[in-house]
């Protein structure tokens, strides 16, 4: 009708955007009855399949509103550390490493700079000492080094070593194994490297690293919890009260509901 078509126009289309925008939406309209129609005469002997998908649907989506309901009424989303660090604990075997992680710092010079040697202790200083790790971004910043620190974060193993002159197809694992700061030597160019932390392949992860990914577990089975709680009691009331019947006979178990 006219009525609903204006109810749908955006107040703010004028003349041939309005026309435009009618003819779309009688089109889209038009089109829709078309096809219904058609699916009436192709798929007339399959009217009860259908009916009973859309009932289907219709409980299904009845029920989840139901659900989102009480879901909104007494969910949190608020999971504290002391229960994802329990979680973490209780199932450290869900959360092994399909890679290696590293934890570590790479610094890139000049083959030529003739204080190597002093920039290598300034390195391992910078380890243990804020000063000194002040120290060593300046120097590196005033001399154009690249330093490249990932002390802060775990990073995977392969993508610590694309920063590093070194074939990713042979075997690097060894690397791991040293301990203090390594050297590579490349033309020009000179490289210290250090690892701080690791977490191999196959160990647990790390917690922080699957953090998020535990709040996501918590917070999908307190949802399950509420749907559960409230499934149970619905269920418990209406038998308390009679609205639901519950029988055993000879082919198995037989439920009726009646509305009140």
């Given at each position: 009708?006219?009525?609903?078509?204006?109810?749908?126009?955006?107040?703010?289309?004028?003349?041939?955007?309005?026309?435009?925008?009618?003819?779309?939406?009688t089109?889209?309209?038009?089109?829709?009855?078309?096809?219904?129609?058609e699916?009436?005469?192709?798929f007339s002997?399959?009217?009860?399949?259908?009916?009973?998908?859309?009932?289907?649907?219709?409980?299904?989506?009845?029920?989840?509103?139901?659900?989102?309901?009480?879901?909104?009424?007494?969910?949190?989303d608020?999971?504290?550390?002391?229960?994802?660090?329990?979680?973490?604990?209780?199932?450290?075997?869900?959360?092994?490493?399909?890679?290696t992680l590293?934890?570590?710092?790479?610094?890139?010079?000049?083959?030529?700079?003739?204080?190597?040697?002093?920039?290598?202790?300034?390195?391992?200083?910078?380890?243990?000492?804020?000063?000194?790790?002040?120290a060593?971004?300046?120097?590196?910043?005033?001399?154009?080094?690249?330093?490249?620190?990932?002390?802060?974060?775990?990073?995977?193993?392969?993508?610590?070593?694309?920063?590093?002159?070194?074939?990713q197809?042979?075997?690097?694992?060894?690397?791991?194994?040293?301990?203090?700061?390594q050297?590579?030597?490349?033309?020009?160019?000179?490289?210290?490297?250090?690892?701080?932390?690791?977490?191999?392949?196959?160990?647990?992860?790390?917690?922080?690293?699957?953090?998020?990914?535990?709040?996501?577990?918590?917070?999908?089975?307190?949802?399950?919890?509420?749907?559960?709680?409230?499934?149970?009691?619905?269920?418990?009331?209406?038998?308390?009260?009679?609205?639901?019947?519950?029988?055993?006979?000879?082919?198995?178990?037989?439920?009726?509901?009646?509305n009140?």
């Amino acid at each position: 009708t006219v009525q609903d078509i204006s109810a749908v126009v955006p107040q703010n289309l004028k003349g041939d955007d309005s026309l435009s925008f009618v003819k779309q939406y009688t089109d889209k309209w038009l089109v829709r009855q078309l096809k219904v129609q058609e699916a009436d005469q192709l798929f007339s002997g399959a009217e009860k399949d259908i009916e009973k998908m859309v009932e289907d649907y219709r409980q299904t989506l009845l029920t989840s509103k139901v659900d989102q309901y009480y879901i909104d009424q007494e969910m949190s989303d608020e999971v504290s550390q002391e229960d994802i660090t329990e979680y973490y604990n209780t199932h450290k075997s869900q959360f092994l490493l399909d890679r290696t992680l590293v934890k570590g710092r790479i610094l890139r010079f000049d083959a030529s700079y003739r204080q190597s040697s002093k920039l290598k202790t300034q390195m391992q200083k910078a380890a243990t000492s804020q000063n000194d790790d002040k120290a060593l971004s300046d120097l590196c910043a005033k001399n154009n080094f690249l330093l490249i620190d990932n002390r802060s974060e775990w990073v995977n193993f392969a993508d610590f070593l694309s920063n590093l002159p070194i074939p990713q197809s042979q075997n690097n694992e060894p690397l791991l194994d040293k301990m203090g700061i390594q050297e590579l030597k490349i033309g020009s160019e000179r490289y210290y490297f250090d690892f701080t932390l690791v977490c191999r392949k196959g160990n647990v992860a790390p917690l922080e690293i699957v953090s998020d990914n535990i709040r996501r577990i918590l917070i999908t089975q307190r949802r399950s919890q509420i749907i559960k709680s409230h499934e149970e009691q619905i269920l418990k009331s209406a038998l308390e009260q009679g609205d639901v019947r519950v029988y055993k006979n000879m082919t198995g178990v037989k439920a009726d509901a009646e509305n009140k």
